[in-house]
């Protein structure tokens, strides 16, 4: 099985390449549209700022084709809200797999730290994404931007406003959480993403 991670400006990219790696999966990291196009599963990492990454995907020609890909694509963090149709980082547009505006968190009072770093229970559990992962799971989160919940969430979360912790459409997951950074339950996550 031919494992593709998407190679861009992504900060977490060895981080995910090292967490299949514990599961027993070597994955090529590459930018090359051959690759992708002949992979069995492509993971679209990340950890950035959304218009720079949009832009080198752009210039690589892989957004076009991300849209496009029938076999099962993953995006995680940034690679999920770059999956959805816009992000108010920079103003950006996205890939649009999704049809969810992505949205800064808006501080209610100075208690509230923003980005949200650290655990987070996941809920609403939905597909074959999450087989055998209990409600109410932690998950580790970075992040200063969410997408809303919509009729593609297949799991929720709650910072200062519940927001979706994964969408699915068709062939395409997302997950706003690092699942390569939240141990054995992450690693589940993965896993049964490389089974479907």
């Known amino acids: 099985m031919k494992i593709i991670i998407i190679k861009y400006p992504a900060g977490n990219v060895q981080s995910v390449l090292f967490s299949l790696e514990r599961i027993g999966v070597k994955a090529m990291l590459t930018d090359a549209i051959e690759d992708v196009q002949n992979a069995d599963k492509v993971i679209l990492p990340g950890v950035g700022e959304a218009n720079f990454a949009m ?49 800064k968190f808006s501080s209610k009072n100075k208690e509230d730290k923003i980005p949200k770093i650290g655990w987070n229970t996941i809920h609403k559990l939905k597909g074959p994404l999450f ?23 297949i799991a929720k979360t709650e910072y200062l406003i519940s927001y979706s912790a994964a969408l699915q459409k068709k062939n395409f997951y997302a997950v706003q959480f690092h699942p390569e950074k939240s141990s054995y339950v992450g690693h589940k996550i993965l896993e049964n993403f490389i089974q479907l």
């Not at 995006?75 to 949205?103: A, H, P, R, W, Y």
């Not at 998950?139 to 969430?153: C, D, K, M, P, V």
């Open 55 to 103: 832009e080198y995907l752009k210039k690589k020609k892989l957004d076009v084709l991300l849209s496009k890909l029938e076999k099962p694509v993953l995006g995680i963090c940034l690679g999920m809200q770059l999956l959805c149709k816009s992000s108010e980082e920079s103003n950006t547009t996205c890939i649009g797999i999704f049809d969810s505006q992505v949205k």
């Open 131 to 153: 087989k055998n992962i209990p409600d109410g799971s932690y998950q580790y989160f970075a992040h200063s931007y969410y997408a809303h919940l919509g009729r593609y969430t």
